[in-house]
């Protein structure tokens, strides 16, 4: 026989849990079910909280506020991308399906209604106390199509809250409702721990760890319509003795045992808040690590389950292609709030990275970051005594990272603060792992993310906030590719650094590779140009297509490939063609009759040899998301090209704002259609060499200008347009 339990319908109202009926399951249930709801206040305010009609207007009205307001900053393209994804304004299911519901509860008003007044958005009268009546509610009848969107959802680890003063809190907790009422739904990993070691458990720490999610839940249930709720008994944990190796580890110890007390809440927009305990087999209690829940319940939310000893398949669980019919959330963002914040960099002057290509640049990153912990006198291993990746083991980590001080069994740490971005790098990458390519990571301080967006005063400036710009436009608040000089700051400093935003990324090809033989070089005899339809590494028909599809023109190929034949300084590829720049070698016009001297080009610093962009292209469909143009446009200024590129651009070409943006500078061409742009200094200066004396008038500015008004255009429709 089984039994069947209902939760409460005003808090679980569709959780439905089947269970075998037997003494020991009947105790383990109602334990947790009571565990859950042992918080009388908190629970009160759950299960009795009703949402009026008015409240739900109010709702709506208040999102599109706020939507009106934040997508004034970011671009056209990122406010369609972002209504594309978030469609904030389709009915909720309960409201067209359950009519008679609403009309019960208009007459109603929850115990916790004056909070919805705390969202922080200015909306004049909106808010005045509302008068109830009566009057029957329309009934709207929607299409079976009309569906509602699949729950978004973020999933964020609040590292050290009990450092953080109540003003703080609250601002995150504000933060977290402005982006359910865009959309986003969230839930929330507490990590109390003040090393990167486990904690030393006992009844002080989990007092510290039960008080602060006590706050976090009374700000939250202050701020968000839906409330908040402490979930526990929803982990479990297993031993892995047995488990198969893998060369990417997708289990863990620590797992969603009890999905039924996660989904429902966040079905109905409240907010789960988590602490680091799971429960064993004989329902004990075990301290784990927050980035072991928070990996747990990416699984859980990504379909990945511990069903058999067979390696799951990581694609299909990647595009949400489950097996079972669970309504999974979308898992948008991975969120880690730490007050060191951002990923520390020694290439900025702002000392962090502000966007990270995972695909590209985890490798080196991690490296650097191992660097630094050695060179703050950590012992560290080779990397292939430990990898992060494929291990993983708290144990393996410790013996690769920490050192133990002598007088004392628990490691230690002349400066932690490498370590610990070292791992929320590791937790972010292999989370990203897991989930589809348009989901994102985003690591920042918990001030950052309490930056109040929209001010109370209408007069006063409204702040960014890094969290609300992201889900935005899905991108930094600083653009990777801007210019920028190295960081003036020691990187192992533990002083909060900018957020870093890390995408999965895509793979990035350079043809010559400058990491391995140095920036791009003249050819010569022992360095040949590339020849791009014969070059095996290249796939010329992707690349005609990529440039076709960036400029909205066909390329003419044959006459394309005879103008820049034995010029070509290399190429580069970002993921599977979308996105790439070809480069060429230039001679000005007015030295071409001349010889050109013996090694005159066997410097890139000639007027011989001009670095010229000759083609930038991305996909119209990786546009304005996922970081293409920054990925590739890092590459050609700072790894192939960093003493200085040239190139042009039609005057009426929308780019040339982000082309100025990144340019050193820029100028109209007299009498013609182009722009010109350049990233070196010095334009003004000669080449004054022995070997060129004939031309010793000549200076970057004239070669610069000759170069970019003589390209011919190479275009099937033969209209001489820019490239």
Known sequence: MYICRKFPVGGFGKATKILPKSDSTKHVVETRMIACFSNTAQNDAFDTRKVSTSAKERQRADREQLTRLL???????????????????????????????????????????????????????????????????????????????????????????????????????????????????????????????????????????REQAARLVAALQEYNESGALLTEHALGYSCQENQIPSTVQVRGEVEVKNSFLLYPPLDDGVIPVLLPFAYDNEL??????????LLALIREFAGITRQSHNAPDLESAAKGDGSDDTERPILDRIIVLDPLGGIPSENRSDGAHVFVNLEAEYHDIKKELRHLTAAAGQETESDNAVSLITGNL???FVEAELVPLSGDTRPKFANPAPIRHLKNLNVVQRALKLLPPTSSGLILTPSDAATKAIPDDARTTPSKNPLLHNLLTDKPMISSSLPTSPASRFLGSASPNPATFLKKGVPLTMIPDPRVSGPWRPPSSSNPSIELADDPRINFPKLQHLINDSFRRKLHAKDYLARIRGRVAGIIIAGDYEGGAICTWETPSSLLASPIPSMACSTPDSPYCIPYLDKFAVLTSSQGSGGVSDIVWAALTRTCFPAGVVWRSRTSNPVNKWYQERSTGTWNLPGQQWTMFWTVGNVT????????????????????????????PSWADGINRAD
Not at 111 to 137: I, K, S, W
Not at 693 to 711: E, Q
Request: glycine share 6%.
């Open 394 to 396: 708290f144990s393996k």
């Open 685 to 712: 200066e000669r080449w004054d060499q022995e070997a060129w004396r004939l031309n010793k008038a000549m200076t970057r500015w004239d070669a610069y200008v000759d170069v970019c008004s003589g390209i011919v």
């Open 71 to 209: 997508k004034e900053s970011p671009g056209k393209r990122d406010a369609r991308n972002f209504l594309k994804q978030f469609d904030a304004s389709k009915p909720k299911k309960e409201a067209a399906s359950n009519p008679s519901k609403l009309k019960q509860a208009a007459s109603e008003v929850g115990p916790n209604e004056l909070g919805t007044t705390r969202t922080g958005v200015n909306l004049g009268n909106l808010y005045c106390p509302t008068v109830f009546t009566r009057d029957p509610l329309p009934e709207k009848r929607y299409e079976e199509e009309d569906r509602e969107e699949p729950l978004h959802l973020a999933l964020i680890k609040l590292r050290q809250p009990q450092t953080l003063d109540d003003r703080t809190l609250g601002g995150i907790a504000l933060t977290l409702s402005q982006m359910a009422q865009l959309g986003l739904g969230t839930a929330v990993v507490l990590d109390c721990a003040d090393q990167v070691t486990p904690p030393e458990v006992n009844g002080a720490y989990e007092k510290t760890l």
């Open 284 to 293: 004990k209690k075990i301290p784990v690590e927050a980035d072991d829940v």
